[in-house]
């Protein structure tokens, strides 16, 4: 894989992203032990995932558990950001993937032996991150986005990763039950 070759796609500083988090945690965590997909393991750096739209935010992390308790969605926010930098991605997505021998597995499938080895060498070749359809998306129309940076929480002050949380809106969830299926309950 080379960064001149490889399908590459800019994430551009003004574009909204967006990510699903835990209210009480900060929204940028950096995951680098291997539990997330493309988790550059082994290299000091980690991946925060989030969604090129605030459905395939939802479907990221409420995955296949289509029954949600309100209290549920009740202590995660929502992060809507515009990061203000360009950054360049390794685009798995394009077809011309094909030719460096991905396929849509390498974004779906349940061990993450090879996306952790592809986030790797993404890395070692100079992208800043990852583009890849989100698993739980039966039809392939939203994206995910795994950026790379050091592991953990950023510093508060680090400018690179900005906050802009709310609780998750109604709006959202009416969409998430109409196209996916996924139901609320109320708190008894």
Not at 57 to 68: C, D, G, P, Q, Y
Not at 119 to 126: I, N, Q
Not at 153 to 169: K, Q
Request: glycine share 8%; with cysteine; aromatic share 10%.
């Amino acid at each position: 894989m080379s960064p001149s070759t490889f399908p590459r796609r800019t994430l551009r500083g003004d574009a909204t992203v967006y990510r699903i988090h835990t209210s009480a945690k900060s929204p940028w965590w950096f995951s680098a032990n291997g539990g997330g997909r493309f988790d550059p393991v082994g290299t000091g750096t980690g991946a925060c995932y989030l969604a090129e739209t605030q459905l395939g935010a939802w479907v990221e992390v409420f995955r296949k558990n289509m029954l949600l308790p309100e209290a549920e969605i009740a202590h995660r926010s929502l992060l809507t950001v515009t990061l203000k930098r360009d950054l360049r991605l390794a685009d798995i997505t394009s077809p011309r993937a094909l030719s460096f021998g991905i396929t849509a597995s390498l974004g779906a499938n349940e061990q993450y032996e090879q996306s952790h080895a592809f986030a790797v060498r993404a890395l070692e070749d100079g992208f800043e991150g990852i583009r890849y359809f989100v698993r739980h998306d039966p039809a392939q129309k939203r994206y995910g986005l795994a950026l790379f940076a050091p592991p953990g929480v950023p510093d508060p002050s680090d400018r690179r990763w900005p906050t802009g949380s709310v609780a998750i809106p109604d709006t959202l969830i009416r969409e998430a039950e109409q196209v996916f299926g996924y139901r609320v309950l109320p708190t008894p």
